[in-house]
């Protein structure tokens, strides 16, 4: 199955994967598995089709990534292209499981239409900053009309590394799953910094099949935003928009300090690390372990039984009592007060 990736963002992206055959790097259990989850995209779908693919439990997933400056060997819209392709080859990574009533057939990923915002970005042209309030505002909103259209479960990715915007995605699923029925996760923000952190990379160089070089290793370090890894990755997705001036640039650290890392953002060169480290090699290695910890974990996810009973379909939302705020209970507290007063003014009386 061939999935094209063409991007709003930049209709030079004709990048195909090929999702039919098995990755090297990939655990044995996923290569050799015959049924895997269909997937489909959102903006192709009848409405009807789209409602049945919510009863029956299919697993939708929302991309969250921003348009960000991306130096000038990679086009701003870096963060989409990443995450729209680990969320496609992901998918084919998963099994399906099967639908709840009415819909028996097994369930499939229905991939919506990227969602380009986020918070804590470069401060130059070609970013779209939004507060991380704003994000988690939208987000919450946005899941709440796919749970009154019936969806059961709700991933929010994002290849956008920035701690804010994860954190805002994070929160937006906190409450999604308390005020809606959906199961909702936001997986990205422990797995892209552990990565950033090199937590991985005992694994990464399972996939990558030799050990990191000297000028890896030292380059590596402290590699943030539009160098190594996102060069390397995109090198590997849809080399056509890297340009070849990546190999000339120079490594750039960022400042040291908290204060100083805030200045960073106003004065940078579009990248923290060094691009020119980076090769497809590195970046099909990445891509490869970051989609199947990906697997991994929604995996996990789909085994999570649904708020659902055979009777009367999704249980109804838990309501809770609302307390009596301070201000409710003024008026109560007068009532009261004048009825005591009244009470014990008639009690002198009498005995007067």
């Not at 991985?200 to 030292?218: A, C, H, Q």
Request: with cysteine; glycine share 6%; aromatic share 6%.
């Amino acid at each position: 199955m061939l999935i094209s990736l063409r991007s709003i963002y930049n209709p030079r992206v004709t990048e195909t994967l090929n999702l039919s055959e098995p990755r090297k790097g990939a655990p044995l259990k996923l290569c050799e598995a015959r049924c895997v989850m269909k997937l489909l995209n959102a903006a192709e779908l009848t409405w009807d089709e789209l409602r049945k693919q919510a009863q029956r439990g299919s697993l939708f997933m929302l991309c969250v990534a921003p348009l960000e400056d991306h130096a000038s060997h990679l086009p701003c819209g870096t963060d989409p292209l990443i995450c729209e392709a680990m969320a496609t080859n992901t998918a084919r990574l998963l099994e399906p499981i099967d639908g709840v009533e009415h819909e028996p057939q097994p369930t499939s990923v229905v991939l919506l239409p990227t969602w380009s915002q986020g918070s804590s970005l470069l401060q130059s042209l070609g970013c779209l900053r939004w507060k991380s309030t704003t994000v988690t505002q939208t987000l919450v909103e946005y899941g709440g009309e796919l749970d009154k259209l019936g969806v059961r479960r709700l991933v929010l990715l994002s290849s956008h590394g920035a701690m804010d915007h994860l954190r805002a995605l994070e929160k937006a699923a906190r409450i999604l799953r308390k005020k809606t029925r959906m199961n909702v996760l936001a997986p990205s923000g422990p797995m892209l910094n552990d990565f950033v952190a090199g937590k991985y990379n005992r694994e990464l160089l399972e996939y990558l099949g030799r050990p990191f070089t000297d000028e890896e290793v030292r380059d590596l370090k402290g590699d943030l935003h539009a160098a190594a890894w996102e060069t390397s990755l995109l090198l590997h997705i849809a080399p056509r928009l890297v340009e070849n001036t990546y190999r000339s640039l120079p490594k750039h650290s960022i400042f040291r300090g908290k204060k100083l890392k805030f200045r960073a953002l106003r004065y940078h060169r579009g990248y923290f690390g060094a691009p020119a480290v980076a090769s497809e090699e590195l970046g099909k290695a990445a891509f490869e372990m970051l989609c199947d910890k990906m697997a991994d974990s929604l995996s996990e996810f789909l085994d999570k039984p649904l708020r659902h009973n055979h009777r009367c379909g999704l249980t109804p939302r838990i309501r809770k009592p609302k307390k009596r705020t301070p201000s409710a209970r003024v008026p109560v507290n007068i009532a009261l007060g004048v009825l005591a007063g009244w009470l014990l003014f008639r009690a002198m009386d009498r005995q007067h």
